[in-house]
């Protein structure tokens, strides 16, 4: 490789970064900047943390679904030829037994027939949603990535307008939500018309146990709210939300990152070596150092600033809720390396006992020692997490042969 070649190379990894990053923060910054700020100053933090209560099932069920489709098809195309079609029956399946069960959900909470069958269909604009990125991401166009994110974020504004008119929240996440999947149908071809190949049946193969792996993964980082409000209350919620907002925040900037590593560890021509990874553990470490960092100091302040009447309850937390959510982070850089392998086995292992352990631990936690117990449970479980990823991940390279 030429020096010319080398630096256009890095130009496009350095500009596919930017994009991916830029992809998270604006979505995250509309929301946690103006969405919920706005609703805690009109509609107080209850308010918040009720939505806050059934977006973290929204963010467990069909986003699990979404990401482990379009992770499926990224991992697939390494090794196989696939259309569409191929990827309908799981999805459609899939899809329908999301919005089933968010009906459940919605109607088990709040026993309003009309807001749960709207919340199951929300569920599934939100599949086609999150498996629409894999439009740009099959491409490593990352700056689609980012306009359909950007057109997501411009319609939670939107929503948000027609949430004071209605007073409905769940038209702020539907109007843009379907900005964003506009834009794929205008533009891409994934939900084009296409003919099934013989390789169809490798498809459930290996979305399954990405599913589980994506459903145990989400749980854990959204599932502390719905533990929080069902053992305390939806001020708790909005308590533990607000101290670990920008150590969350990072870890979904993280999520993009994750599926840029992905994207390119899928390509045909791409061989993972000792020598790399190790350059990957050592940055995975210097990102989590800083971002600790970044998230103690920050934290307050963003607390201070935008919920003020919530700052001397939640400070104490500060140090200890955002180390936890570091380590997840971090171990989620390892486990997308992992999936790059095609270790979906030990993958759903990890993720099963790690999952299993942080909700039995959490209840039992919350119910006897609140916000500290949940705090101090993500950071063993996480902490243990990020050990066995790095493990796996080491041990799988190595059965590969590659130095």
């Known amino acids: 490789m030429n020096t010319f070649q080398l630096l256009r190379k890095k130009k496009k990894l350095s500009s596919d970064l930017f994009y991916t990053m830029m992809a998270g923060i604006v979505v995250a910054a509309v929301l946690q900047i103006v969405v919920y700020p706005v609703i805690a100053k009109y509609y107080g933090v209850s308010a918040v943390g009720d939505i806050l209560f059934f977006m973290g099932f929204i963010y467990i069920i069909p986003q699990a679904v979404g990401t482990s489709i379009l992770n499926t098809r990224l991992i697939l195309r390494k090794?196989?030829?696939?259309?569409n079609a191929d990827y309908w029956p799981i999805m459609t399946v899939c899809t329908a037994l999301s919005a089933v069960i968010c009906f459940a959900i919605g109607f088990f909470n709040t026993g309003n027939m009309v807001f749960s069958i709207c919340f199951g269909l929300f569920s599934i604009l939100q599949v086609l949603k999150v498996y629409g990125a894999v439009e740009f991401r099959l491409n490593l166009d990352f700056k689609g990535t980012f306009t359909y994110n950007l057109?997501?974020?411009?319609?939670?504004?939107?929503?948000?307008?027609?949430?004071?008119?209605?007073?409905?929240?769940?038209?702020?996440?539907?109007?843009?939500?379907?900005?964003?999947?506009?834009?794929?149908f205008i533009r891409g071809s994934i939900y084009r018309k296409a003919e099934k190949t013989e390789n169809a049946s490798a498809v459930p193969k290996t979305a399954l146990p990405l599913l589980w792996?994506?459903?145990?993964?989400?749980?854990?980082?959204?599932?502390?709210?719905?533990?929080?409000?069902?053992?305390?209350?939806?001020?708790?919620?909005?308590?533990?939300?607000?101290?670990?907002?920008?150590?969350?925040?990072?870890?979904?900037?993280?999520?993009?990152?994750?599926?840029?590593?992905?994207?390119?560890?899928?390509?045909r021509n791409w061989k993972m070596t000792k020598g790399v990874y190790k350059k990957i553990t050592l940055a995975c470490a210097g990102f989590g150092v800083a971002g600790y960092g970044f998230s103690i100091l920050v934290a307050p302040l963003y607390v201070y600033v935008f919920y003020n009447e919530l700052y001397s309850q939640v400070i104490q937390y500060n140090l200890i809720v955002n180390l936890g959510l570091v380590m997840g982070f971090v171990a989620s850089l390892h486990m997308?390396?992992?999936?790059?392998?095609?270790?979906?086995?030990?993958?759903?292992?990890?993720q099963t006992f790690w999952g299993v352990g942080f909700l039995i631990a959490s209840y039992a936690s919350t119910y006897y020692y609140g916000l500290w117990g949940i705090a101090w449970t993500t950071v063993i479980a996480n902490g243990a997490k990020l050990v066995a990823a790095i493990i796996?991940?080491?041990?799988?390279?190595?059965?590969?042969?590659?130095k």
Do not use: N
């Open 79 to 83: 090794t196989i030829d696939a259309t």
């Open 151 to 184: 057109l997501g974020a411009c319609g939670y504004l939107v929503g948000l307008g027609v949430f004071f008119l209605t007073e409905k929240w769940l038209l702020i996440f539907v109007i843009g939500d379907s900005l964003s999947l506009l834009y794929v």
């Open 213 to 267: 792996s994506s459903l145990v993964r989400d749980g854990v980082v959204h599932f502390d709210k719905v533990i929080v409000r069902q053992i305390m209350d939806a001020q708790s919620v909005t308590q533990y939300h607000a101290i670990s907002l920008v150590a969350k925040t990072m870890h979904f900037l993280v999520a993009p990152i994750r599926v840029l590593l992905m994207s390119y560890m899928t390509q």
């Open 336 to 350: 997308a390396v992992l999936m790059s392998q095609g270790e979906t086995g030990k993958l759903s292992l990890i």
């Open 392 to 402: 796996a991940s080491y041990r799988a390279i190595d059965k590969g042969g590659a």
